[in-house]
């Protein structure tokens, strides 16, 4: 399995961040100002001022002391209510689990992938729907019960409200992760067999380019119709050439190259015969190019190892002699390794994407990539459970679980889609146009290649179209994206989790919606009736 995330642009999301807030902000306060003035007049300019200013004087004077209260409330409630007896289910799942994980997972190379990928995806289909319950139902029943006017008849304010209970259904899905996370690691470690490496690779990553058969530079190589689209071939006995930069930022006595390669043969032969491959390390500054001594032999649907000293001995094709070169002050440029891979079976084709060949650095414990793991589920949670409580301070209890079910779906699915329609991604651009102009070309029956027509009627549909997908970028923006939070396959896969990859656009994620969601709340149970039944 090949994983290689992008690296997030810490500070383009938050400029991102920045416009959204503003966006949102800008709307909800013409939306007040316009209702305002329309049922008072002047006079509500001035109203809207007030709970401006109120608001700025409950959040300065925000107590920790009464937050606190509020949350171990909320956390007695959630264990009233009998939110632990989820590990009733977890404990049932795990007596009887190794009775129907068989399969692939008796041998040594699947075993870790299948036991961790069921632990993680346990834990978080167990956790998540019960926090999202109990967050969605508690200000509803407390309101319905009228239980919460003994609270707020106090000196305690809505905010306060919000992120007490925020904290204390925090503590409650914490308690659960920390439980079920520790059980679920002590028994991958009892189930997987000894002769399974537990551990956790750290992969470095470089560029990919390519040559043709005749040695010109070409954006991608041959298209065979592989079926992951990313992936391209090289042709064997020819100059068709694979290059690869990577960043060395460190300089140890050998270097571990790791790759997984795949064939595509057209002739078939001896089936068992795997395909030949040239490494090389370049030097692109000074055209020196140093083929490792040995070629390596391709084995298909498992991982290849090569070995690289930090001094390698070559022969010289002039001289005739043997020559010794270091590979960091001889074949290193500006911090980059040019890596060159060749197939020298003729009339084989070998098949590689970015991510299908890395440098490998020094492992980490199974432990490390397993609780990032859980970290990440434990984001997941804690995003779930403020979306729950601000959903809850507008609606009642089955639409706020409706509602943050569906912010759910979309943002774990959906999300690539509305990419593509906002052209962020020029290779997955939808051709045809927006919504009205996609109905123009199928009233019209126009190819969505086919220019419009110049003309007013052009105009507006580009017009309307640039107005949705304004929208539709502010609605991107507001539902979180939660494919990043999906740690559990670097895992599984035998990966460590990266940081800038995976774990701080997860950590960012969830706290940039920490403000926008408490406002919400605030306001929400500021207009809102909280005595009423």
Not at 183 to 207: A, H, K, N
Request: with cysteine; aromatic share 10%.
């Amino acid at each position: 399995m090949t994983i290689q995330p992008a690296d997030f642009d810490l500070a383009a999301g938050l400029l991102q961040w920045g416009k959204a807030m503003l966006s949102v902000i800008s709307i909800f306060l013409g939306v007040a100002l316009v209702a305002a003035v329309t049922a008072s007049g002047k006079k509500g300019l001035f109203t809207v001022l007030d709970g401006l200013i109120r608001t700025v004087r409950d959040f300065a004077s925000l107590s920790p002391r009464r937050v606190l209260a509020i949350s171990r409330l909320t956390f007695k409630e959630a264990v009233r209510r009998k939110a632990l007896l989820v590990f009733v289910v977890f404990a049932v799942l795990f007596m009887f689990a190794s009775w129907f994980l068989t399969g692939e997972s008796h041998r040594p190379g699947a075993q870790m992938k299948v036991y961790v990928t069921f632990v993680l995806t346990a834990v978080s289909w167990l956790v998540l729907p019960v926090m999202l319950l109990l967050s969605c139902w508690g200000l509803p029943e407390d309101i319905r019960l009228r239980s919460l006017h003994t609270v707020v008849t106090k000196p305690v304010r809505r905010n306060e409200v919000v992120l007490g209970r925020i904290l204390g259904f925090s503590a409650v899905g914490t308690l659960i992760l920390v439980v079920m996370s520790v059980t679920g690691f002590v028994w991958v470690q009892r189930q997987v067999s000894d002769e399974t490496d537990l551990t956790c690779r750290v992969p470095v990553y470089g560029e990919l380019s390519f040559l043709d058969r005749l040695g010109v530079p070409t954006e991608k190589g041959v298209n065979v119709g592989d079926i992951i689209e990313t992936r391209s071939f090289i042709e064997g006995g020819t100059n068709a050439t694979a290059i690869w930069k990577f960043p060395i930022a460190s300089q140890p006595d050998e270097l571990r190259l790791e790759s997984r390669f795949e064939a595509f043969r057209t002739w078939k032969g001896d089936m068992e015969q795997t395909l030949r491959v040239q490494f090389s390390l370049v030097n692109e500054a000074t055209g020196l190019k140093v083929p490792l001594p040995n070629t390596v032999n391709i084995a298909e649907f498992s991982t290849n190892e090569v070995i690289v000293n930090k001094t390698l001995t070559y022969k010289d094709n002039i001289t005739g002699k043997d020559v010794t070169v270091d590979v960091y002050q001889d074949l290193t440029t500006d911090g980059t390794l040019q890596i060159h891979v060749q197939c020298l079976d003729r009339n084989q084709y070998l098949g590689m994407s970015q991510g299908d060949f890395f440098i490998r650095l020094a492992d980490r414990s199974f432990a490390t990539g397993y609780f990032k793991a859980v970290a990440g589920i434990w984001l997941l949670i804690m995003l779930v459970v403020i979306l729950s409580v601000t959903a809850s301070c507008f609606v009642k209890g089955p639409v706020a679980s409706l509602l943050v079910f569906s912010l759910i779906i979309i943002g774990q699915f959906f999300h690539p889609f509305m990419a593509k329609i906002l052209n962020e991604n020029p290779e997955e651009k939808l051709k045809g146009g927006g919504t009205f102009e996609s109905i123009y070309r199928l009233v019209r029956h126009m190819n969505e290649t086919t220019a419009l027509p110049e003309g007013f009627l052009t105009n507006t549909i580009k017009a309307v179209d640039g107005a949705l997908v304004n929208c539709l970028w502010l609605v991107q923006h507001i539902i979180p994206d939660l494919s990043t939070f999906k740690m559990a396959p670097y895992v599984a896969s035998g990966f460590d989790i990266p940081w800038n990859g995976s774990m701080l656009p997860a950590i960012v994620i969830t706290l940039g919606y920490v403000i926008p969601c408490l406002l919400i709340g605030y306001f929400s149970l500021s207009l809102r009736e909280l005595e009423a039944k």
